[in-house]
């Protein structure tokens, strides 16, 4: 399956292979379970899966490249087998910001590599990519799951030129490293290095992304942001905060948006759609 990009919003279904993501921890960290949600994810509209087994949310443990592979893999080869004669299979995205990871996600069959770090993490990520030509999801982040939550001071140009000027010196390491232009997609990273009001500031400013023309994916589903507008501190309890979100990326002209709840999610993007493609 390829995405024509600028016509619609495609729905990406988040399935965390650990013990420990901030709202769904332990539900899918056997691969039977991860099929399962694939399965379900896929029958509601979703198109693109993204598979993590490291979690990134603040204050989360690293793990290694070996725990993380032996968590991922068992379940990427069973989801790609299980999708393989389906007229429309999911494409298949790896959440992981390592090379060796990458790698081995790649050679089991996964169609894009999301890296939280743009890079930063492990460069050789980037040549990595280059050589397999697939589709790299460069995100917005700074520091890592312990430091970033103290990383959140953009100065006197503010979040959305502050995230817009980091992006661009990313891509231009990912381009000196041998990737095309094509491969990239842009996530501006909610709720990494971010204060609540940033992330609105940001979600305000993503027209001004937009406009570089590389495509946006976003990714704000069941966020800490939205509990503190909402004043919800369960996260499954933010589907309607996080379909309000969703609208105001497909007015902006997101591409992807990155959720948990598929279906709801993919009604809101398609109905949005109908408002302002």
Request: hydrophobic letters at 45%.
């Amino acid at each position: 399956m390829s995405l024509a990009w600028g016509e619609r919003t495609h729905v990406m279904g988040v399935i965390n292979i650990t013990p420990d993501s901030f709202s769904d921890g332990g539900q899918f960290d056997r691969p039977e379970r991860a099929l399962a949600q694939a399965r379900r994810l896929v029958a509601q509209g979703v198109e693109i899966l993204d598979l993590g087994a490291q979690s990134t949310r603040p204050g989360a443990e690293d793990v290694g490249s070996d725990a993380e592979l032996a968590r991922l893999l068992p379940a990427l080869r069973l989801i790609r087998e299980a999708f393989a004669g389906a007229e429309n299979p999911p494409l298949i995205s790896v959440d992981t910001f390592r090379a060796p990871v990458a790698e081995a996600a790649l050679a089991a069959g996964a169609d894009w590599i999301n890296d939280v770090s743009g890079g930063r993490r492990d460069p050789a990520i980037l040549p990595l990519v280059a050589a397999a030509g697939c589709p790299y999801v460069l995100m917005h982040s700074r520091g890592d799951s312990q430091s970033m939550d103290g990383l959140t001071d953009y100065g006197a140009a503010g979040v959305t030129q502050g995230v817009l000027t980091e992006l661009q010196q990313a891509s231009e390491r990912a381009l000196a490293a041998g990737l095309r232009r094509e491969q990239l997609i842009w996530d501006p990273g909610l709720g990494f290095a971010k204060t609540t009001e940033q992330n609105i500031a940001l979600l305000r400013g993503l027209p001004q992304l937009r406009a570089e023309g590389i495509p946006l994916l976003v990714g704000p589903s069941r966020k800490r942001f939205i509990g503190a507008v909402l004043n919800q501190p369960r996260p499954k309890a933010r589907l309607w905060g996080t379909a309000a979100v969703v609208a105001q990326c497909v007015s902006a002209g997101v591409d992807v948006v990155r959720v948990h709840d598929g279906g709801p999610i993919v009604q809101v993007a398609r109905m949005a759609d109908a408002l302002w493609r």
